[in-house]
Structures are given as structure tokens and as C-alpha cells.
């Protein structure tokens, strides 16, 4: 009887924590993969890296199939095309969901503000790590899964991508963090893909808020590296930066984690500001 009143609570618990935070641990998700039937586990790597290895009985979808195609990197699918996606591979607005990628928390981050834009009630973020998952004993494999087919319905979600046109007329005061590298930050990156930033943002790394293995810091840790950047609780705040994945994981760092109100995601980023040639840079 003991044994069950504890089982219980440590599911109440564990529920509540998911409830104010996306992120689940490794030992969280091994105790939940046995226990939940139902969950719907996605590994968001490329095809050729799922094959190698991947979570036993995780489905394969890869964050670039949620990306319109075209010569601007990284924007998203409508709404209803991304509905067909999800539905196709098994999951459901109302699925229970797990994301991971290859352990830098870029992708997964990328494809939990997708699901959440378009109306996803529940779903987690996992940090692949080797260490962590042997100790947790999560089972890999080489095998691929496929989900039943389903159906995703869109709804009305509180996480509504910020736009140009937002961006274009921000109120005094507000502070808008690049998540990318320095050189692309000063428009002089190898690649040449990169002339400057957008005029007023500040240069915030996105690994910032990670640790050296590429884990969400603690919230007190997050905090106290953001503030170096001016990031403060009760500041309007905006993040971008090249094509929408790095200021992901700023977005939930500083809003999910942190617990911060006032953060937006443009999640057209650089790549949707220079379509605009109007649209100033600066360096």
C-alpha cells in the first residue's frame, strides 16, 4: 500500500514539474517510456544519424521537413501543412511527446516551439547523453518505428511567432538578443552568409544558457548569465537569430526555465529580415 501511495505521488510530482518545465531527464523519461504506453518519442535528427542509432521505439522526423522550401533558410510550414506532418508520423496535438536530437538541444528546441505554436499540449525536451542514458538503462537501437496514423488538429496556442513587422516597430526599451556566433553578429563570418545584424540587437551566444555538454543550465544559472547581456525578469525581450533554431533555445531558457513573462521568438530570424531590402543591418 506504501509502495503504491509513493508511486502515485512521485507521479504528481513528476507531472507538476513537467507542467512549469519542458524539459524531462533521462531518469524521468526511462521511468515514463515503461510506464506510458502512449507517449510518442521523436528523434529529430537526419535520416542517415537515426539509422545509425537511435531511442528504441522512437519515431524519425527530421526538423528540416518542417521548413518551407526555397532559398530562405529555415522558414516554417504553415500551420496546416505541418498538421499533415505530425498526423502522417502518429502524432497528435494531444499526444504525449518527448523530442530529441543529437545532444546540442538545437533541433528538438527548434521542433518543441513548432508543436507548441500550432497547439501541442504536452510535450518535453530530452538531452541526449550517452552517460546519462546507460545510467537510466534507456534501450537504443538500429531498428527503425512508425507511429499509426493520426490526426493533428491546429489550435489556438499562446506561443505566436513574433514578426518582421513587430520587429520593425519594437517599443523603447526593448531588448533584442542575436543568438548566433560573434563573426555572424558582425557580418564577417568564413561563410559570407551573414552582413551585419539587425540595428539595436545585443550579441547573446545561444550557449549561454547550456552547460559544456549541451544541457539547459539551472534557472538560477540561466539568470545570472543573461544578466551580464542586460536580460532581466521584467524586460520586454525579443530573440532571433540566423533561420529560428538557436533562438529557440533562448526562448525557452529565458521564458520556460528562467521564467521570465515578456519574451517573443521572431522566428524568421536573420534570414527573414534581409528578404526586405529596405531592412537596415548594422555591424
Known sequence: MLKKIFLISFILISLNTLAQNPLITAKEFAIELKANKNMVVIDVNAADLYGKQHIQGAI???????????????QIK????????????????????????????????????ILKSIGATDVSILHFNMDQFAAARIPLTATASTGKATTFTVTESAYKPYLMGDVQKLTEGTLLLDAREKDEFEGADAAKKSKGHIPGAVWMNFKEVLTATGSYKSKEDIIASVAKFGATPEKQIVVYCNSGIK???????????????????YVGSYSDWVTVPENKLAK
Open 60 to 74: 524519425n522526423l527530421p526538423h528540416k521537413e518542417l521548413y518551407k522550401p526555397g532559398t530562405v533558410e529555415g
Open 78 to 113: 504553415p500551420a496546416e501543412e505541418l498538421a499533415v506532418i505530425f498526423g502522417k508520423k502518429g502524432i497528435s496535438n494531444t499526444s504525449r511527446i518527448v523530442l530529441y536530437d543529437e545532444g546540442s538541444n538545437r533541433y528538438n528546441s527548434r521542433v518543441w516551439w
Open 247 to 265: 533562438a529557440s533555445v533562448l526562448y525557452i531558457a529565458l521564458k520556460e526555465i528562467a521564467g521570465f513573462q515578456h519574451v517573443n521568438n
